[in-house]
């Protein structure tokens, strides 16, 4: 005699979470310096024109050699050119970064720990080099000089605030992601959802089974009555 199995009914999953306001506010930081990084890379790709003209007229009226000209050029167009390439590169990677840990992802907020030491770090190079060529350390140079009284007076100091925003802006993102509420979320699992005794619910067992319904002979077939 054999009995027909019974299905084992599984019940759904809780639905996903909403991100607490600590990931959700690094998230939304880093998109905003994603839109800043290529703000500014086109900025700067926007002045090279003009700074490299007014380069060549000023190191050719202080006598300076044609390949120092040439040199000098190819830095100014070769640096904001850089930095655009850098800044596309840049709003991907956070873009995916903040799409990874609003998901919740783990392994996402790990990486962008890494990306916020790193970015501190360059944050922290470009504003030093920003503010030196602001003061003016140029003096003993006539091409740097030249390169220096180029650039739009405005412009050295807005490259130097902008890099300590940016790196205050990693700062911040990585701090968030360190709070309680972040930790928590971060380390969610999937649970079933609770009954309605308040305890969550399990998957009933499968039925018993009798060892020795092999050796039963099934039930004969009965025929209807003649009528």
Not at 137 to 166: K, R
């Amino acid at each position: 005699m054999s009995y027909p199995a019974q299905p084992i009914q599984q019940q759904p999953l809780t639905p996903a979470r909403r991100a607490p306001g600590p990931v959700r506010g690094a998230a939304v930081l880093l998109i905003l310096m994603a839109v800043g990084g290529l703000v500014y890379g086109a900025i700067g790709l926007a002045l090279m024109p003009g700074i490299v003209e007014r380069f060549q007229s000023a190191a050719e009226a202080g006598g300076v050699p044609v390949d120092d000209v040439n040199g000098g050029t190819t830095l100014l167009r070769g640096v904001p050119i850089a930095a655009a390439f850098v800044s596309v590169v840049a709003t991907v990677l956070l873009v995916v970064l903040a799409i990874g840990i609003a998901r919740g992802t783990a392994a996402v907020r790990v990486a962008t720990w890494v990306v916020c030491a790193i970015g501190l770090v360059s944050g922290a190079v470009a504003a030093l080099f920003g503010f030196v060529q602001r003061v003016g350390s140029f003096d003993n140079d006539a091409v740097l000089v030249a390169i220096d009284g180029a650039h739009p007076s405005w412009w050295p100091w807005t490259s130097a605030a902008l890099s300590v925003l940016q790196a205050l802006g990693y700062v911040v993102v990585a701090l968030l992601l360190a709070l309680p509420a972040s930790n928590a979320y971060f380390k969610r699992t999937p649970s079933f959802p609770p009954s309605p005794t308040g305890t969550p619910q399990t998957a009933p067992p499968p039925p018993t089974v009798d060892p020795t319904d092999w050796q039963r002979p099934d039930p004969p077939a009965t025929t209807p009555a003649a009528m």
